[in-house]
């Protein structure tokens, strides 16, 4: 809307605004607040805003990890008063989820009370439970006092709070972070700490290690809950490279003999961010459902550690394509995506590889080792000067009593007499007169000789970036010590392993319950499965102006293959189709089969078969059967044919020897071998017709003879017209009728 369309302000105070400018920029101030000030965390702390204001909170209210534990109510309240003008829920939700050991890999807060659990029941009101910190959060607020980081005013501007914390700690990659934005989103799942700090010290001797390097030490994820990673290094080395990826998470499971040849599977792991109630109803569903025929029973004996406990239906069951079939169709296997899209220095967001995100982390502490130097530095000159000023009131004794005690304005007599600074004179008025008596020339030279030492080293930490890398190098090796894979948490969770290579036809026959079915389809392609085996099939019933096309005996198990004039193959599961009330249902509502083609043969598949197929034009070719498996709706084009030639025939070819017919009565025999086998193409010509074109194929062996069923009448007719054509040389009136009954044999054998 241009602006000589919008109306002029009324007397009233009413403004009129352009609506798309308004909505553009109140909807980007919108996307900026969700992206900076709630999904995605910052990459020096790994925090987002909530959950480092409920950390400041908890300092400030001095719940260090050795004090004792204060009601949740009070931080939540403390939050939302002075930092966060949020509801109090989603602030509690915050605080929970940092407390509960299977969601953080390195827990903020200790909880105390009911803070949830893995089969996903809630925490209790934040009126009964109690919470301090970690040592985690120790590691992350660590200097924050020595002007580590910046400050800014809170939303009421009545106090101050921190805009990112010191982080010691790596936080972002060990804990992991997930968050939706508008536009974008990040996921970044848990990692090992020490795994962490040893590529962070890499990093550090090595600036330009690249990322294969740095996956030598960071292998992959770390969940809270275990699990096995069952991807390959180059998937793994890929997403760390860019950033996106993901990773394939099994649950750790081991079979238990239960005596006289039986045995049960042991579930001990599950995924990350599974809930263990809902996995078991799931699995139970599937049973109910007979999704699962290889199970018989599955039962949740889990304590204070998981056990899933799932009974085989017998013992003869393979307890890996058992596993295979539940990863395959249970939350036993899952995704855990990563996306490390995350705010670089705090105001950029983008994604980053797993070097650039322990760059900027290293970066962070360097800053902060600077900052905290120089704070350090700033109290050593001032304790210095005070100390010259102790010294001279210690030499001066008798004369600065005087002075204290008789002089109007003692303070600028000290200055003036002494030549003192104003800090000099106002720490020696400040002291106590016990104190001014019992100073100690010694004592005062020991102190500052300390300090003198000490200022020494930090104006040479200052001066030298490879003395700040150095100091880094040992935080963090303290850090690597404090949460070691030999300590209780520091102990890798999480392991890798390679998922078993199995045949997956035979993991998807495990996880259908195989029953005899027949399959019936109807010439205007009706489709139907019906219970059994069925014996007589005259006793099928199909609507009105409909017939049986074909019909034969399958399993639940297998799969039915179709083959359409367009030359195209089409697969259903025997499982899948209609069952045998009723007439079934059309094949094309299963398949996208085209309008103006028809079903020409209908079987079961058989891996070992190969099979010969035929265009009316006479082209054709050799396939091999599990070549013409369609995966999709759409089927899969095997034989290529244009109009108006279409696709006429499909049999079996076993045999050694080929004989062709056409609609001109003429047989060919040759051998198949002459045949090329393909994939999909038009073939080769298998027989020449002027006018017609093949009329049917039969592949048999050469030793065995060929055999073509004729019906009775057929042949009778036959046999009719050599006799007529016999009397018509001996009598002229014979032609006549032979030309009347040729017309109707040659209708009724063409029929």
Same mark, same amino acid.
């Given at each position: 809307?241009?602006?000589?369309?919008?109306?002029? $302000?009324?007397?009233?105070?009413?403004? $009129?605004?352009?609506?798309?400018?308004?909505?553009?920029?109140?909807?980007?101030?919108?996307?900026?607040?969700?992206?900076?000030?709630?999904?995605?965390?910052?990459?020096?702390?790994?925090?987002?805003?909530?959950?480092?204001?409920?950390?400041? !909170?908890?300092?400030?209210?001095?719940?260090?990890?050795?004090?004792?534990?204060?009601?949740?109510?009070?931080?939540?309240?403390?939050?939302?008063?002075?930092?966060?003008?949020?509801?109090?829920?989603?602030?509690?939700?915050?605080?929970?989820?940092?407390?509960?050991?299977?969601?953080?890999?390195?827990?903020?807060?200790?909880?105390?009370?009911?803070?949830?659990?893995?089969?996903?029941?809630?925490?209790?009101?934040?009126?009964?439970?109690?919470?301090?910190?970690?040592?985690?959060?120790? @590691?992350? %607020?660590?200097?924050?006092?020595?002007?580590?980081?910046?400050?800014?005013?809170? @939303?009421?501007?009545?106090?101050?709070?921190?805009?990112?914390?010191?982080?010691?700690?790596?936080?972002?990659?060990?804990?992991?972070?997930?968050?939706?934005?508008?536009?974008? /989103?990040?996921?970044?799942?848990?990692?090992?700490?020490?795994?962490?700090?040893?590529?962070?010290?890499?990093?550090?001797?090595?600036?330009?290690?690249?990322?294969?390097?740095?996956?030598?030490?960071?292998?992959?994820?770390?969940?809270?809950?275990?699990?096995?990673?069952?991807?390959?290094?180059?998937?793994?080395?890929?997403? @760390?490279?860019?950033?996106?990826? &993901?990773?394939?998470?099994?649950?750790?499971?081991?079979?238990?003999?239960?005596?006289?040849?039986?045995?049960?599977?042991?579930?001990?792991?599950?995924?990350?961010?599974?809930?263990?109630?809902?996995?078991?109803?799931?699995? !139970?569903?599937?049973?109910?459902?007979?999704?699962?025929?290889?199970?018989?029973?599955?039962?949740?004996? $889990?304590?204070?550690?998981?056990?899933?406990?799932?009974?085989?239906?017998?013992?003869?069951?393979?307890?890996?394509?058992?596993? +295979? #079939?539940?990863?395959?169709?249970?939350?036993?296997?899952?995704?855990?995506?990563?996306?490390?899209?995350?705010?670089?220095?705090?105001?950029?967001?983008?994604?980053?590889?797993?070097?650039?995100?322990?760059?900027?982390?290293? +970066?962070?502490?360097?800053?902060?080792?600077?900052?905290?130097?120089? =704070?350090?530095?700033?109290?050593?000159?001032?304790? %210095?000067?005070?100390?010259?000023?102790?010294?001279?009131?210690?030499?001066?004794?008798?004369?600065?009593?005087?002075?204290?005690?008789?002089?109007?304005?003692?303070?600028?007599?000290?200055?003036?007499?002494?030549?003192?600074?104003?800090?000099?004179?106002?720490?020696?008025?400040?002291?106590?007169?016990? #104190?001014?008596?019992? %100073? +100690?020339? =010694?004592?005062?030279?020991?102190?500052?000789?300390?300090? #003198?030492?000490?200022?020494?080293?930090?104006?040479?930490?200052?001066?030298?970036?490879?003395?700040?890398?150095?100091?880094?190098?040992?935080?963090?090796?303290?850090?690597?010590?404090?949460?070691?894979?030999?300590?209780?948490?520091?102990?890798?969770?999480?392991?890798?392993?390679?998922?078993?290579?199995?045949?997956?036809?035979?993991?998807?026959?495990?996880?259908? +319950?195989?029953?005899?079915?027949?399959?019936?389809?109807?010439?205007? &392609?009706?489709?139907? /499965?019906?219970?059994?085996?069925? /014996?007589?099939?005259?006793?099928?019933?199909?609507?009105?102006?409909?017939?049986?096309?074909?019909?034969?005996?399958?399993?639940?198990?297998?799969?039915?293959?179709?083959?359409?004039?367009?030359?195209?193959?089409?697969? %259903?599961?025997?499982?899948?189709?209609?069952?045998?009330?009723?007439? &079934?249902?059309?094949?094309?509502?299963?398949?996208?089969?085209?309008?103006?083609?028809?079903?020409?043969?209908? =079987?079961?598949?058989?891996?070992?078969?190969?099979?010969?197929?035929?265009?009316?034009?006479?082209?054709?070719?050799?396939? $091999?059967?599990?070549?013409?498996?369609?995966?999709?709706?759409?089927?899969?084009?095997?034989?290529?044919?244009?109009?108006?030639?279409?696709?006429?025939?499909?049999?079996?070819? #076993?045999?050694?020897?080929?004989?062709?017919?056409?609609?001109?009565?003429?047989?060919?025999?040759?051998?198949?071998?002459?045949?090329?086998?393909?994939?999909?193409?038009?073939?080769?010509?298998?027989?020449?017709?002027?006018?017609?074109?093949?009329?049917?194929?039969?592949?048999?062996?050469?030793?065995?003879?060929?055999?073509?069923?004729?019906?009775?009448? /057929?042949?009778?007719?036959?046999?009719?017209?050599?006799?007529?054509?016999?009397?018509?040389?001996?009598?002229?009136?014979?032609?006549?009728?032979?030309?009347?009954?040729?017309?109707?044999?040659?209708?009724?054998?063409?029929?």
């Amino acid at each position: 809307m241009g602006n000589d369309l919008i109306p002029p $302000s009324d007397d009233d105070g009413v403004e $009129s605004v352009d609506l798309k400018s308004a909505l553009e920029e109140r909807y980007l101030a919108y996307a900026l607040s969700t992206i900076m000030g709630r999904a995605l965390p910052d990459v020096r702390d790994g925090l987002k805003p909530v959950h480092r204001r409920i950390v400041h !909170a908890m300092r400030i209210l001095k719940l260090d990890p050795n004090t004792g534990f204060k009601k949740c109510a009070r931080i939540v309240g403390d939050v939302i008063g002075k930092f966060h003008p949020h509801g109090d829920q989603a602030v509690y939700d915050a605080l929970v989820r940092l407390a509960q050991d299977f969601a953080q890999r390195y827990p903020l807060i200790d909880g105390q009370g009911n803070f949830g659990n893995v089969d996903g029941d809630n925490a209790a009101a934040y009126r009964y439970t109690e919470a301090r910190m970690t040592e985690v959060s120790s @590691y992350l %607020l660590e200097g924050i006092d020595e002007d580590a980081v910046d400050f800014r005013l809170t @939303y009421n501007e009545e106090d101050k709070e921190p805009i990112v914390l010191p982080g010691a700690f790596p936080n972002l990659l060990a804990n992991g972070s997930a968050g939706i934005a508008v536009g974008m /989103a990040t996921n970044i799942p848990p990692h090992n700490a020490a795994e962490l700090c040893d590529a962070a010290i890499h990093l550090i001797k090595f600036p330009n290690a690249g990322i294969d390097k740095l996956v030598d030490f960071v292998q992959g994820p770390d969940f809270p809950t275990g699990g096995i990673i069952v991807d390959d290094r180059e998937s793994i080395l890929e997403a @760390y490279k860019t950033g996106r990826g &993901g990773f394939r998470v099994r649950a750790k499971w081991e079979k238990e003999d239960t005596g006289r040849g039986g045995y049960q599977i042991i579930i001990t792991e599950i995924p990350y961010q599974v809930q263990k109630s809902r996995l078991i109803e799931k699995i !139970a569903e599937l049973l109910l459902n007979r999704k699962l025929p290889l199970v018989g029973d599955v039962r949740d004996e $889990s304590a204070e550690d998981i056990r899933i406990v799932i009974e085989p239906k017998s013992r003869v069951v393979d307890p890996e394509i058992l596993m +295979e #079939s539940m990863f395959k169709l249970t939350e036993l296997e899952s995704r855990i995506s990563l996306n490390m899209n995350v705010l670089s220095k705090g105001k950029v967001p983008k994604v980053m590889s797993l070097r650039d995100v322990l760059r900027e982390w290293l +970066e962070h502490r360097r800053e902060v080792l600077v900052r905290r130097s120089k =704070f350090r530095l700033g109290q050593i000159d001032r304790r %210095l000067e005070i100390l010259g000023g102790l010294l001279v009131a210690y030499l001066n004794i008798d004369e600065v009593i005087r002075i204290v005690r008789f002089e109007d304005e003692p303070k600028k007599t000290l200055i003036s007499t002494f030549t003192l600074t104003d800090l000099q004179a106002e720490s020696i008025l400040n002291m106590r007169l016990r #104190s001014l008596a019992k %100073l +100690e020339e =010694f004592e005062i030279r020991s102190e500052h000789d300390k300090l #003198s030492e000490e200022k020494a080293q930090i104006e040479g930490l200052l001066g030298s970036q490879d003395q700040q890398w150095a100091v880094l190098k040992n935080d963090i090796g303290e850090v690597k010590k404090k949460f070691g894979k030999d300590t209780k948490l520091g102990a890798r969770r999480t392991q890798f392993g390679v998922a078993p290579e199995h045949d997956l036809d035979v993991i998807q026959e495990a996880m259908i +319950e195989k029953e005899p079915v027949t399959i019936v389809l109807s010439q205007k &392609g009706w489709i139907r /499965a019906m219970k059994g085996h069925v /014996a007589d099939f005259a006793t099928l019933a199909f609507k009105e102006g409909d017939k049986l096309l074909t019909c034969f005996h399958a399993e639940t198990t297998d799969k039915v293959i179709l083959f359409t004039t367009g030359g195209k193959f089409f697969t %259903l599961g025997a499982d899948k189709l209609p069952g045998g009330r009723g007439h &079934g249902e059309p094949v094309r509502v299963m398949v996208d089969m085209d309008n103006d083609t028809d079903i020409i043969a209908a =079987f079961k598949h058989d891996t070992s078969r190969k099979l010969l197929i035929a265009s009316k034009a006479g082209n054709g070719f050799v396939v $091999s059967e599990p070549d013409v498996i369609a995966n999709t709706r759409k089927g899969k084009q095997v034989l290529n044919v244009k109009m108006p030639d279409e696709a006429a025939l499909c049999t079996p070819a #076993s045999g050694d020897s080929l004989a062709v017919v056409g609609d001109n009565r003429k047989l060919l025999i040759f051998a198949i071998d002459t045949i090329p086998e393909m994939g999909r193409g038009k073939g080769v010509r298998l027989q020449k017709y002027k006018d017609g074109g093949v009329k049917d194929v039969r592949v048999f062996n050469n030793a065995d003879g060929l055999t073509w069923k004729i019906q009775l009448l /057929a042949l009778i007719i036959v046999a009719w017209k050599s006799w007529l054509n016999m009397l018509a040389n001996v009598h002229k009136r014979a032609a006549l009728h032979q030309r009347a009954f040729l017309k109707m044999a040659n209708l009724v054998v063409n029929t």
